[in-house]
C-alpha cells in the first residue's frame, strides 16, 4: 500500500510538473493553431494597424494595441518563421519609455539599419501644435527590443500642411535615401529622413513636408513599396470605426509622385468581416510572393475597438495593377524563409 501511494504521489507530481511547463510554454511560445494554414485572424485579442516587417529569416507584426485611447500605452510584438506559427514578445516598447507621451500610442513603422532596429510610432493624438505629441522614434539592438526613446521628444510634433502628424510609413528607396510618409486629417506628406533618423532633411527641391495626398477619399495609414521600378502609395479611406473602412492605391515613377488614385482593392465582405484597413505588406525575399496584412472587424462586433489582424494573399495582374483581395477565413500557407 506504501509503494502504491508513493507511486501515486509520483505521478501527480509529474502531471504538476508537466502542468506548469505546458502553461510556461503556452505564455512564452507560438500562438495559434498548428495548421496548414495561419487562419484568420492571426493574432490573439484585439490588435489594429499591423505593420509587417522581415527580418533575416523571421517575419514580424508590430501592431497597435485596439483599446481606448488611455488604455494604448505600450506595443507588443509578434514573430514566426512561417506567417502560420506566431509567438508574442510583450511591450516591446512603453510610455515608461517614452517621457513626453501618455497615451494613444498608434501605428508602428519598424526598420533595420547598421544591425539596429528603429520604432517609429505615434503618441498623445494631438489636436493642434500646442499640444505635445506627434511622431517619435525608438532604438533598440533586436527586434523584440526593449527599445529605448531615441530622441526625448517628437521626431515630428506639429501640423504641416493640414497634416495630423500620425500613422507613419518608413521606407528605403533603391539609393539608400529615407523616407517616411505620413498623415492624418485627409492629408499626407512625405518627409526625407536625417540618416541617423534625428530629424528630416531638404528634398532635391528644397522644401521639408511635401504634400502628396493622393485623392480626396485619402484619409490616413500610408504605406509605400517599389516593384518594378515603381512606387506603389496605399491608404486607408473612411472611417477605421465605421464598416466602410478600406484601402486604396496609386502608382507614380518617383516616391514624391505625384501620385493619382487608382482605386480600392481591399473592403469590407459581408459574409467575413467589415471596416478592413490600415494595413502592411509583406514581399516574400527571394520570389514574387506578396502578402497583405490589416485589420478588420468580425462580423457581429459593434465596438469600434473590437478590430483583429488578418493576412491574405495579395496578387498583380500583368500590367503590375494590384487585384482586389479576397478576404478569408482560412489565412494563407506557411512560407518558411529558411528553407530558400
Known amino acids: 500500500m506504501a509503494k502504491m501511494r508513493a507511486a501515486v504521489g509520483a505521478a501527480l507530481v509529474a502531471v504538476a510538473v508537466f502542468a506548469a511547463v505546458a502553461a510556461a510554454a503556452a505564455s512564452a511560445g507560438p500562438v495559434g493553431p498548428a495548421a496548414a494554414t495561419s487562419g484568420n485572424p492571426i493574432l490573439p485579442g484585439w490588435y489594429a494597424d499591423p505593420e509587417a516587417a522581415v527580418f533575416g529569416n523571421t517575419y514580424w507584426i508590430f501592431p497597435t494595441r485596439s483599446a481606448p485611447y488611455a488604455e494604448q500605452t505600450g506595443f507588443d510584438a509578434f514573430s514566426s518563421p512561417d506567417l502560420v ?44 501644435d500646442q499640444e505635445l505629441g506627434g511622431i517619435g522614434v525608438a532604438v533598440a539592438d533586436r527586434p523584440e527590443g526593449p527599445y529605448r526613446d531615441l530622441l526625448g521628444r517628437p521626431l515630428i510634433g506639429t501640423f504641416h500642411n493640414g497634416a495630423q502628424p500620425i500613422d507613419q510609413f518608413v521606407f528605403e528607396d533603391d539609393d539608400g535615401a529615407w523616407y517616411m510618409i505620413y498623415g492624418g486629417w485627409k492629408h499626407a506628406n512625405i518627409v526625407r529622413l536625417k540618416d541617423d533618423f ?41 472611417g477605421w470605426g465605421e464598416p466602410e473602412y478600406s484601402v486604396a492605391y496609386a502608382i507614380a515613377d518617383k ?57 491574405d494573399r495579395m496578387y498583380f495582374d500583368e500590367k503590375g495593377l494590384i487585384l482586389p483581395v479576397r478576404m478569408t477565413m482560412e489565412g494563407v500557407p506557411a512560407e518558411r524563409l529558411d528553407a530558400r
Not at 530629424?199 to 509605400?224: F, N
Open 85 to 128: 506559427q506566431w509567438t508574442r514578445h510583450r511591450n516591446v516598447l512603453t510610455t515608461d519609455a517614452i517621457a513626453w507621451a501618455r497615451e494613444a500610442l498608434w501605428a508602428p513603422s519598424v526598420v533595420e539599419r547598421d544591425g539596429r532596429y528603429y520604432f517609429f510610432f505615434s503618441a498623445n493624438d494631438i489636436k493642434s
Open 255 to 311: 516616391p514624391t509622385g505625384p501620385f493619382k488614385r487608382i482605386g480600392k482593392i481591399l473592403q469590407q465582405d459581408p459574409t467575413i468581416a467589415t471596416s478592413a484597413g490600415h494595413h502592411s505588406v509583406i514581399h516574400a525575399p527571394g520570389s514574387d510572393n506578396w502578402y497583405i496584412v490589416y485589420h478588420r472587424r468580425p462580423l457581429g462586433e459593434t465596438s469600434r475597438h473590437h478590430r483583429a489582424t488578418a493576412i
Open 198 to 238: 534625428t530629424g528630416v532633411q531638404p528634398h532635391e527641391d528644397g522644401t521639408l513636408y511635401k504634400e502628396i495626398t493622393p485623392a480626396p477619399e485619402y484619409v490616413e495609414g500610408s504605406l509605400m513599396f517599389k516593384r518594378g521600378g515603381r512606387y506603389y502609395y496605399m491608404w486607408s479611406e473612411g
